[in-house]
């Protein structure tokens, strides 16, 4: 059997990088979706794509910032499949980068907003269907930048990713009880859009993958892999944690 079989999956940010892969790799597995990004066209895409592969697959194209977005994610997972057991809450940015100084309120509110704000309004909704299912797991994409390695210019990023963790700590002792896990999953430089951003030339691609003891970034299929892991039965035992996945740049020194 599939390791998703008849469970009921929301992802976020699922318009390319690792939501995408995620999103698909789950299909396959036997999980029904509910998808959300901002850009509906590529949602749209990743519909047909699935379906075509006789996956369910339902879209919300919105902005995590809202909570509208989050309570509608909920309702259409309740609404065309009856409920949820998995949540893979991916949506992120980089926010606005620079000399911590010279970097805007606003800049800081919107990565905070972005990235940690959207992690609370997800787990508010989505926990209240899991509870009804008996259980579930909450999965949120953090980073290893803030927790095992600090990095110039990205301050606002490392606080609302590292803050993810303190929130799935809680979350996790707050609901285990209850049968719901929550863990953070920690990527390290891996081929998406959001890279692309930090590694624009040959010279800053070789610096990246030279972080890690594996001397180059992932591809988001091996980091989707991952999450399968944290949603699915195989990870029963877990919860609470900053799961690495990266590649070794935590640990590299060389």
């Not at 309740?78 to 809450?89: E, T």
């Not at 508010?124 to 899991?130: G, S, Y």
Request: charged share 20%; net charge negative.
């Amino acid at each position: 059997m599939a390791a998703l079989t008849n469970k009921v999956a929301i992802v976020t940010g699922a318009s390319s990088g690792i939501g995408r892969a995620a999103a698909k790799l789950f299909a396959v597995e036997g999980a029904r979706l509910v998808v959300a990004a901002r850009r509906r066209p590529e949602l749209e895409s990743l519909a047909a794509e699935i379906t075509k592969s006789g996956g369910k697959i339902s879209i919300c194209a919105g902005d995590v910032r809202d909570e509208a977005l989050h309570e509608q994610l909920a309702q259409t997972a309740l609404r065309d499949f009856g409920g949820l057991d998995i949540a893979f809450n991916n949506a992120g940015t980089l926010g606005e980068m620079g000399p911590t100084p010279q970097v805007s309120l606003a800049g800081w509110n919107d990565a905070l907003e972005t990235n940690l704000t959207s992690a609370f309004l997800a787990a508010k909704h989505q926990i209240p269907l899991m509870l009804d299912r008996g259980g579930g797991s909450l999965i949120f994409t953090s980073t290893f930048v803030g927790h095992t390695a600090g990095l110039p210019g990205v301050a606002a990023y490392a606080a609302g990713k590292a803050g993810l963790i303190g929130l799935v700590q809680a979350l996790a002792a707050e609901f285990g009880p209850k049968g719901i896990r929550v863990n953070a999953l920690l990527p390290g430089g891996t081929e998406t859009p959001m890279a692309q951003a930090m590694i624009s030339t040959p010279e800053d691609r070789k610096f990246v993958e030279n972080m890690h003891a594996l001397k180059r970034i992932a591809e988001p299929e091996e980091i989707a892999q991952s999450t399968l892991y944290l949603a699915s039965d195989m990870s029963s035992f877990t919860t609470g944690t900053a799961m690495l996945v990266d590649g070794g740049v935590s640990i590299n020194r060389t």
